[in-house]
């Protein structure tokens, strides 16, 4: 069974600049989430879909960050413009269902200079 | 809200011994799932162990275990056997059953496995 998917996996970008990820989940995982690990610390939500609609996103920074999950299945994550608090490890994960084991993907590391 | 709380940012183990990483949560919830995640370094994050807080027993999956009290509202992983391949970050985490809440982690543990 093939894991989730993220590309890319590293990505360097000047403040103000743009950037987007990209997540597959694992085949048939109706639940996708988007984290933030900021070194040191545990990933932190920043959005969870059902299918292809927001469940939470409630930690998502508006002004900048948006998400969306076309046809239930692959999502984009992009910020737009990049601060230098931005950088950290983005991680996709996928489930079952809310309560179901989350699998993680490899995630994006991050650099704002 | 709740709030996961993990008391030893780093921890070492030689080889073969056994050793417990200590995590606390918060919460007025009665019915949740506690979960043990483990992130080596630079490779994914995987979930080690699942506790129902509804279970008495405590979950045990081969080399590890945990210590459920759920009075004192703590949950602990026990790694007997420590192999060099258990270095790694370990993540406790938790998630109420009731509504749509996210599932809370704690800051993790580095733990370092010496031979």
């Known amino acids: 069974e093939a894991g989730v998917a993220q590309s890319p996996r590293y990505k360097i970008i000047e403040k103000r600049q743009s950037v987007a990820f990209w997540c597959n989940p694992i085949s048939g995982h109706a639940t996708l989430y988007w984290y933030q690990q900021i070194l040191g610390q545990g990933p932190k939500l920043l959005i969870q879909?059902?299918?292809?609609?927001?469940?939470?996103d409630s930690q998502l920074p508006k002004d900048r960050f948006s998400a969306e999950r076309l046809k239930g299945v692959d999502s984009t994550l992009k910020i737009q413009p990049a601060k230098l608090e931005d950088s950290a490890v983005y991680l996709c994960?996928?489930?079952?269902?809310?309560?179901?084991?989350?699998?993680f993907g490899p995630g994006t590391r991050l650099l704002v200079l | 809200a709740q709030t996961v709380t993990q008391s030893q940012p780093e921890m070492s183990v030689q080889e073969a011994e056994t050793v417990t990483l200590s995590c606390t949560y918060d919460?007025?919830?009665?019915?949740?799932?506690l979960f043990w995640y483990k992130q080596p370094p630079s490779r994914q994050m995987i979930l080690v162990i699942r506790?129902?807080?509804?279970?008495?027993q405590n979950a045990t999956e081969n080399r590890f275990s945990v210590n459920f009290q759920k009075a004192a509202k703590s949950f602990s992983l026990k790694i007997s056997d420590s192999q060099l391949g258990d270095t790694a970050m370990y993540f406790c985490a938790f998630i109420a059953l009731s509504g749509n809440t996210p599932l809370v982690f704690g800051k993790g543990t580095r733990l370092s496995v010496i031979a």
């Open positions: 879909f059902q299918n292809n609609g927001v469940v939470d």
């Open positions: 919460t007025s919830e009665s019915n949740y799932y």
């Open positions: 994960a996928s489930s079952l269902g809310r309560l179901r084991a989350q699998y």
């Open positions: 506790q129902e807080a509804y279970k008495q």
